[in-house]
């Protein structure tokens, strides 16, 4: 996948063939956040005034821009998957809960 990052944010960055435009979306906010240009240098612009834009939109309205987020997650995995996880969060010492928790968060940098 290809990112773009400023002040915090992440982008997803897509090529569209059919407009021969690069797009992005802005992850993890409350609001529906896209932008494109037809060169990289473009694209960031457009990225970087799109963040600022809705920097101080929340501001003026008080808000907090990211999506919350309830901390409980369920996931489907297959049993084997299971299984393996348990042992190996065994092999820690903690919980599988605990040992998820880390391994995610390794996972996405946090």
Sequence with gaps: MNTMTYKGYTARIEFDDRDSIFVGRV????????FHGETVTEL???FEAAIDFMIEGCKAR??????PAS???MLR????V???ALVAAQATG?????WAAEILG???HV
């Design 94 to 98: 903690k919980s599988l809960n605990q």
């Design 71 to 73: 901390g409980k997650l």
């Design 77 to 80: 995995v297959p049993p084997e």
């Design 62 to 67: 008080g808000e907090s821009p990211e999506k």
């Design 27 to 34: 992850l993890g906010v409350k609001a529906i956040i896209g």
């Design 106 to 108: 390794k996972a996405a």
């Design 44 to 46: 960031r612009a457009d």
């Design 82 to 84: 299971h299984a393996a």
